[in-house]
């Protein structure tokens, strides 16, 4: 794996040089780079890996970013950045729904397997991180008997697994990085093990670690395209990528991250709470349409499965059964996993993650509204039924002027229940990337580590909007359902 | 002329045979009391004339329609044919006039005025006129029940089905409920009149039926009936009741 990665590294210097002396109309005349001239491309990347990609402001930064904007400038094309979180990137390219992903991926042989590298961009490794009192732990050694935190499908974890057994530790994977340095500085676990740039940027922006090891030499970063797809946008970050170099850009770009100053005193909780207002109010507003848009599929749901509940026909009581005891059944995590990464893969589909979302969450409410629909269906005295028919009045006419308004004042509580449940649980689609508000705050604490005030800061917005369409249900039903 | 013709009528839910073979005719403006112990299937029978249960076996012809044929439209026929249920089922989400208009502003046989005129004229008849406004909840339940049969009354039907409608009232409530039953059989309303009441039965009845265990043991007009049953079983029950 080193000596490949070295290999690559010769030829991306090789590639420098060419460059270099073929000058700017060889670069003109590259057909891959007129195979890109003004083509879009989406690119997926983690969450928040800083200084690789993370959030200033709301924007997306990071050495990636830069990189990756940069080269796309210079070769002529224009990149649309999709923040989807480590794992949720790789498949997503693998779906294609995404056409590459830059996202401080280490170049491995299994990933190989399924993806084209790029040349390699960047040459990581792995370091140990404490928490900044720990005094006891100065290396491997003194990891015996303890657990240890890496993120899961990391150089880091692939790292720690290979020592774990020579020095008698357990490995804990967790997804992101801002959650593994709260494990360690939590003392939940002892130690962490992560890429040395992600680490070296984290503990100079106070995240109370301190690194004790020196950097283990890693394999090397690449940008990844599916597997014999987009050959044309390889090339083009492959010329670029040396055109940078050679230009001195992308020394530029890694000082800019890797050389930070001190960095600057952390602002009280009301700096914070206005810094980050305007991310979590975008977040709060997909929230509440992702949110507004499933409830409505969702009583249309609920009503048609909820009356083919109470109908006469085995059928369409059938279809109504198997469809509340499949999205009953299932964890709502993996119903979104299934419609985002799954579904495009089997239907070669491709769909955007708010379609997604609200496709999980409006089927799943779905399911609870056709319950509640057919439990204030069947509530109502079948005496009531009966008179109406007596007096010849038809099934509909029954159901429409006499079942119903007494079955929708029986529902009309469990329906702001359930309209509370899916609010959220849209906090859920924070996995898939949609950018909801869990997910803007994630975006926050990842970035400046300050996940106690953040986490608080998130909940007090879910609380008072929650109460306040509560007590706004609660009136509409006071005033309606007298 | 026969308003109702019942013949071989049978009815089973799952493996319980209710009714077991009843034959029974009804003339126009005849009022017939169906008396009988719990369980021996006098709400069944009322339930089979509207088609409320589905029959099991037999034919039911009510005012010229065969229940049991396919096309018959029993919505219409249900309009022939009203019923009044022990516990009044009135619609608590509507006021007693619309209770009462209901149904004939939905089957548009009226126009709302029309209807509106004629639930007060039957509000009138039953003596609620000044409950035009009020939910069933506000009401006694011999007021209720005279709703119910307002309503029932609304889409002017010549037959009315009557199951044990004063049973759930309180004993002081009974006798207004009986006496706008009394007055509809005076005004030559054919009726079915399942009742605990027998001095009732024995005023108002044409004739009295006696059931027990889904048959018809024994019938007659209630001089007959009560003054002379022929059967131990009649015998037996009246001995309990009178
Ligand atoms: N929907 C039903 N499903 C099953 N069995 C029923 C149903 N309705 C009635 N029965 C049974 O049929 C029998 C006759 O019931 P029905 O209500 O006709 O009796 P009844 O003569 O009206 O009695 P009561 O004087 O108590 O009202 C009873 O044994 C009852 O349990
Ligand atoms: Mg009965």
Redesign the interface.
């Known amino acids: 794996m080193f000596r490949a990665g070295k290999l690559t590294v010769a030829v991306t210097a090789l590639l420098a040089l060419a460059g270099g002396f073929l000058g700017v109309s060889a670069a003109a005349a590259n057909p891959s780079q007129a195979a890109v001239t003004g083509e879009n491309y989406v690119i997926g990347t983690d969450t928040t890996f800083a200084p690789f990609e993370y959030r200033e402001d709301g924007e997306l930064t990071g050495i990636d970013m830069d990189l990756v904007r940069d080269i796309a400038a210079n070769q002529g094309f224009t990149v649309e950045i999709k923040s989807l979180g480590f794992d949720a990137a790789l498949q997503a390219l693998q779906s294609n729904q995404v056409d590459g992903v830059i996202a401080g991926m280490s170049i491995t042989d299994e990933r190989e397997l399924i993806f084209d590298f790029s040349d390699p961009y960047f040459d990581s490794g792995v370091q140990m991180a404490v928490a900044e009192d720990n005094t006891e732990i100065t290396g491997y050694a003194g990891l015996a008997g303890e657990t240890v935190v890496a993120k899961r499908g990391s150089e880091g974890e692939t790292f720690a697994n290979s020592i774990k057994d020579e020095y008698d530790f357990t490995v804990k994977a967790l997804a992101d990085s801002a959650t593994m340095y709260d494990d360690v500085k939590a003392g939940n676990s002892v130690a962490v093990f992560d890429d040395y740039p992600v680490l070296a940027y984290g503990i100079n922006q106070n995240n109370g670690l301190k690194s004790v090891t020196e950097k283990e030499q890693g394999s090397s970063y690449g940008f990844a395209v599916n597997k014999g797809q987009n050959p044309e946008l390889l090339a083009a970050f492959n010329t670029g990528l040396a055109e940078l170099k050679d230009n001195g850009d992308y020394q530029t770009i890694l000082d800019t991250y890797l050389e930070q100053p001190a960095p600057a005193a952390a602002s009280g909780f009301f700096g914070l709470l206005s810094d980050s207002m305007p991310a979590l109010m975008k977040g709060l507003g997909l929230t509440l349409l992702a949110t507004g848009l499933s409830i409505l599929i969702a009583l249309v749901l609920g009503v048609l499965f909820g009356f083919f509940t109470v109908s006469e026909s085995r059928i369409l009581r059938g279809i109504a059964s198997v469809y509340v005891s499949i999205f009953r059944g299932t964890p709502l995590l993996v119903q979104a996993f299934f419609f985002y990464f799954g579904l495009p893969q089997l239907s070669g589909q491709s769909i955007d993650v708010l379609t997604a979302g609200v496709l999980t969450l409006s089927l799943n409410a779905g399911a609870y509204m056709t319950e509640i629909v057919r439990g204030g269906i069947q509530s109502v005295?079948p005496?009531?039924t009966?008179?109406?028919?007596?007096?010849?009045?038809?099934y509909v006419?029954t159901m429409r002027?006499?079942v119903l308004?007494?079955a929708v004042?029986i529902m009309t509580p469990s329906f702001i229940n359930q309209f509370v449940m899916t609010l959220k649980d849209t906090s859920l689609l924070a996995v898939i990337g949609f950018a909801e508000l869990t997910y803007q705050g994630q975006q926050i604490y990842a970035a400046n580590f300050r996940t106690g005030e953040t986490l608080l800061i998130v909940a007090a917005l879910y609380f008072i909007v929650i109460n306040l369409l509560t007590m706004l249900s609660n009136k509409l039903d006071k005033r309606f359902n007298k | 002329m026969s308003k109702i013709s019942v013949t071989g009528l049978r009815k089973s839910f799952g493996y319980n045979e209710v009714l077991k073979g009843l034959d029974v005719e009804i003339t126009e403006g005849e009022v017939v009391c169906v008396i009988g112990p719990s369980g021996s299937g006098k709400s069944t029978l009322l339930r089979c004339l509207?088609k409320?249960d589905e029959l099991s076996a037999g034919t039911v012809i009510v005012d010229g329609f065969n229940l049991s044929d396919k096309t018959v439209d029993l919505?219409?026929?249900?309009?022939h044919i009203?019923?009044v249920?022990q516990?009044f089922?009135?619609?608590?989400?509507m006021t007693v006039l619309q209770n009462i208009m209901?149904?004939p502003t939905?089957?548009k046989k009226e126009s709302k005025a029309d209807a509106r005129a004629t639930a007060l004229k039957l509000l009138d008849r039953v003596g609620l006129s000044d409950k035009a406004d009020a939910r069933p909840a506000q009401l006694s339940g011999g007021q209720k029940q005279r709703v119910?049969i307002a309503?029932?009354l609304a889409?002017n039907p010549d037959i009315m089905l009557f199951d044990e409608a004063t049973s759930a009232l309180d004993p002081e409530m009974v006798g207004e409920v009986l006496q706008v039953i009394r007055d509809l059989a005076a005004e030559g309303m054919t009726m079915i009149v399942v009742t605990h009441e027998m001095g009732f039965a024995r005023e108002v009845a044409d004739r009295v039926i006696f059931m027990a265990d889904g048959l018809i043991v024994e019938e007659g007009t209630p001089a007959e009936l009560f003054g002379n049953p022929q059967h131990e079983r009649t015998q037996d029950f009246l001995s309990k009741v009178l």
């Open positions: 005295d005496g009531q009966e008179a109406g028919r007596s007096l010849g009045l038809g006419t002027r006499v308004p007494q004042k | 509207n409320l919505n219409e026929v249900r309009q009203g019923m249920f516990h089922n009135l619609f608590p989400h209901l149904a939905e089957l119910a309503r029932s889409v």
